[in-house]
């Protein structure tokens, strides 16, 4: 059985099944089955054009990207899909996540497993979001090495400027813990709109603790909404 016929059988596939099938010696597809909102539609990867890979910054010398702390919200939400909004009300952000080895060549078939709070700094499965499952999701990279999610952007909350987690698996393992961050100038725009305007906390980025100005998305408009894409170099072997 292929791996694609392996997790379509699976229907709603879970982080490990995802791992596990993109971790196998066969390779006779590069489509890895998704689930769309928390459905058992079977979908297959990203598919990425020339619009999306004119995002990146094609660099010829890759480095390793910057290790953080995976923070205290993280849980496998068995969601595997692209679109991880729910009903999470906020400003449209579609992130193109690149994975590359240290000789810059595209890795196909990592997945990339983000999550994130919503607009008012709510995590799912936490506090008030205790019980739901929101804006966290896992996604296999293409032939690209892209994978791509749609979600809202993040909201603040006290103590952290915005940011999204990522985690970045290659055959069965963990090969990076990271998080992203967007440009003040554009977390200004995004917070000049509701429901960001509400009053609730915003940190800019030189006042968070751990910052990291490399891992620092190219973001742009797009509709009414943003894109942001980044380039994520691991090591493939420990």
């Known amino acids: 059985m292929t791996r694609r016929g392996a997790l379509a059988g699976l229907g709603t596939v879970s982080l490990a099944s995802l791992l596990t099938a993109c971790g196998a010696d066969e390779k006779t597809t590069t489509e890895v089955a998704t689930t769309e909102g928390g459905t058992a539609t079977v979908e297959p990867s990203t598919r990425t054009g020339t ?5 990146f910054d094609d660099s010829s010398a890759c480095t390793l990207t910057p290790e953080q702390t995976e923070g205290p919200y993280y849980f496998d939400a068995d969601a595997i899909r692209s679109d991880i909004t729910e009903d999470r009300e906020g400003a449209p952000l579609r992130l193109a996540l690149r994975v590359r080895d240290a000789e810059c060549k595209p890795i196909e078939n990592a997945v990339v497993d983000v999550w994130h709070c919503d607009a008012g700094g709510v995590y799912s499965g ?6 739901e499952r929101f804006l966290r999701g896992a996604q296999a990279t293409n032939a690209d090495g892209i ?30 813990t990271t998080q992203l961050y967007f ?12 429901p960001y305007d509400a009053g609730g906390a915003r940190q800019r ?18 509709g009414d909404g943003w894109v942001g894409a980044i380039s994520f170099d691991v090591a493939q072997s420990t």
Do not use: W
């Open 126 to 131: 936490f506090e008030d979001g205790k019980g």
């Open 51 to 55: 619009s999306t890979t004119e995002l």
């Open 183 to 194: 440009d003040d100038e554009t977390t200004d725009g995004v917070f000049a709109r509701a």
């Open 147 to 176: 994978a791509q999610f749609r979600t809202i952007f993040p909201g603040g909350y006290e103590g952290r400027t915005v940011h999204v987690h990522v985690k970045v698996h290659l055959d069965n393992r963990t090969a990076l």
């Open 205 to 222: 980025n030189e006042s968070d603790g751990i910052f990291d100005e490399r891992l620092v998305v190219r973001s742009s408009r797009e």
